[in-house]
């Protein structure tokens, strides 16, 4: 109470602290965040009350400054690869990249406190990642903001040349062989549809035959197709996957290049006429959710639609009240509420745990 009058006193908008929490991902960049703000409520608490003997110094500032500029880079990693409302498997790679960038960066940093930290981190990165992740490589390449030139610049980042080299030879690989495999099975249902498609139309032609006017349009049709097949390359020369990847990339506006809000997903809907075969590769890739995030989140949601009130609603109806929320909250472009970590459910601080 004494704190929170002090805070008041001095006009500070933020009412609270924050607690350290060792089961949330990012509470001890949050309650930094906060403590450095009200931090010239401290040394006032201090003289108030003599019990408190943990006052921060102006060294400890500068200390947690230094703390919080390496961590932001993981608050918004975090925040970007739990989202909800769009695709997170093509921007996985970019943030990684960033948070192996900022390490590197950081390695010899003048504090020694941060220079241990960074050294742990490394340690942990290369140990996760130093085996290339295909589905964050091809995730990213199907993005149409970045295509094979993040996975080449990230990876020179990420890895050393050698490794480098190779890891972008595999992912070009490994993006070829799906896209044949996609291609095979396009041609497998084209085939069965053409078969069926000659059966009917040749029962329509014998049925009609007689009819003067369609034999005219049969016979123009076909001339037609003679013609096409006499000036036209049946098979193209050139990949759906080639011909996207030598495509420049797509340029957005100034500060949207490495934002969430691009819809990846709507990009290859419009433009599924021109990457018939491709754009289905891209929905299935793209639809993979980075994080179990969304999935827990689910089940949360859960537990406050099957209340003591509501507890005989079938799994039909409890699926159709959370989907049917979240597109309406997508729909009119609403917010999901977040609750902290106090107002959290039980099952939520499980699943958290």
């Given at each position: 109470?004494?704190?929170?009058?002090?805070?008041?006193?001095?006009?500070?908008?933020?009412?609270?602290?924050?607690?350290?929490?060792v089961t949330r991902w990012n509470s001890t960049y949050e309650m930094l965040v906060v403590a450095l703000k009200l931090k010239d409520a401290f040394p006032i608490f201090a003289q108030r009350e003599p019990s408190y003997?943990?006052?921060?110094?102006?060294?400890?500032?500068?200390?947690?400054?230094?703390?919080?500029?390496?961590?932001?880079?993981?608050?918004?990693?975090?925040?970007?690869?739990?989202?909800?409302?769009?695709?997170?498997?093509?921007?996985?790679?970019?943030?990684?990249?960033?948070?192996?960038?900022?390490?590197?960066?950081?390695?010899?940093?003048?504090?020694?406190?941060?220079?241990?930290?960074?050294?742990?981190?490394?340690?942990?990165?290369?140990?996760?990642?130093?085996?290339?992740?295909?589905?964050?490589?091809?995730?990213?390449?199907?993005?149409?903001?970045?295509?094979?030139?993040?996975?080449?610049?990230?990876?020179?980042?990420?890895?050393?040349?050698?490794?480098?080299?190779?890891?972008?030879?595999?992912?070009?690989?490994?993006?070829?062989?799906?896209?044949?495999?996609?291609?095979?099975?396009?041609?497998?249902?084209?085939?069965?549809?053409?078969?069926?498609?000659?059966?009917?139309?040749?029962?329509?032609?014998?049925?009609?035959?007689?009819?003067?006017?369609?034999?005219?349009?049969?016979?123009?049709?076909?001339?037609?197709?003679?013609?096409?097949?006499?000036?036209?390359?049946?098979?193209?020369?050139?990949?759906?996957?080639?011909?996207?990847?030598?495509?420049?990339?797509?340029?957005?506006?100034?500060?949207?290049?490495?934002?969430?809000?691009?819809?990846?997903?709507?990009?290859?809907?419009?433009?599924?006429?021109?990457?018939?075969?491709?754009?289905?590769?891209?929905?299935?890739?793209?639809?993979?959710?980075?994080?179990?995030?969304?999935?827990?989140?689910?089940?949360?949601?859960?537990?406050?639609?099957?209340?003591?009130?509501?507890?005989?609603?079938?799994?039909?109806?409890?699926?159709?009240?959370?989907?049917?929320?979240?597109?309406?909250?997508?729909?009119?472009?609403?917010?999901?509420?977040?609750?902290?970590?106090?107002?959290?459910?039980?099952?939520?601080?499980?699943?958290?745990?």
């Amino acid at each position: 109470m004494k704190f929170s009058e002090i805070v008041h006193h001095l006009g500070n908008p933020v009412k609270k602290l924050v607690l350290d929490c060792v089961t949330r991902w990012n509470s001890t960049y949050e309650m930094l965040v906060v403590a450095l703000k009200l931090k010239d409520a401290f040394p006032i608490f201090a003289q108030r009350e003599p019990s408190y003997k943990c006052c921060p110094s102006l060294e400890d500032w500068t200390r947690i400054q230094d703390v919080l500029s390496i961590l932001e880079v993981f608050y918004e990693a975090t925040q970007v690869i739990s989202g909800t409302n769009y695709p997170t498997s093509n921007v996985f790679l970019g943030v990684v990249w960033r948070v192996k960038h900022v390490l590197n960066e950081n390695e010899f940093h003048h504090e020694e406190v941060i220079r241990n930290m960074i050294e742990k981190m490394k340690k942990k990165f290369d140990k996760y990642w130093g085996d290339c992740n295909l589905l964050m490589s091809i995730g990213a390449i199907l993005d149409p903001r970045y295509k094979m030139r993040l996975v080449d610049f990230a990876f020179n980042q990420i890895y050393n040349a050698n490794d480098a080299r190779a890891n972008v030879k595999n992912v070009r690989d490994a993006l070829h062989d799906l896209f044949y495999e996609y291609v095979e099975i396009d041609n497998m249902r084209n085939r069965r549809g053409s078969s069926s498609v000659t059966h009917v139309g040749s029962s329509v032609v014998t049925s009609t035959r007689f009819t003067s006017k369609e034999k005219v349009v049969l016979s123009g049709l076909s001339l037609y197709d003679k013609y096409l097949d006499s000036v036209e390359d049946v098979t193209p020369k050139k990949s759906e996957l080639d011909i996207y990847l030598e495509e420049g990339v797509y340029r957005c506006q100034d500060g949207e290049v490495t934002s969430p809000v691009f819809d990846a997903l709507s990009w290859w809907k419009s433009h599924e006429l021109k990457f018939s075969i491709l754009s289905k590769l891209a929905r299935d890739v793209l639809a993979i959710p980075i994080s179990s995030v969304a999935s827990e989140a689910t089940f949360s949601a859960g537990t406050r639609v099957l209340d003591p009130h509501r507890a005989k609603l079938s799994s039909d109806m409890v699926q159709v009240l959370i989907c049917g929320a979240d597109w309406v909250r997508q729909l009119h472009g609403i917010n999901k509420p977040i609750m902290t970590y106090e107002e959290e459910e039980p099952i939520d601080v499980i699943l958290q745990a």
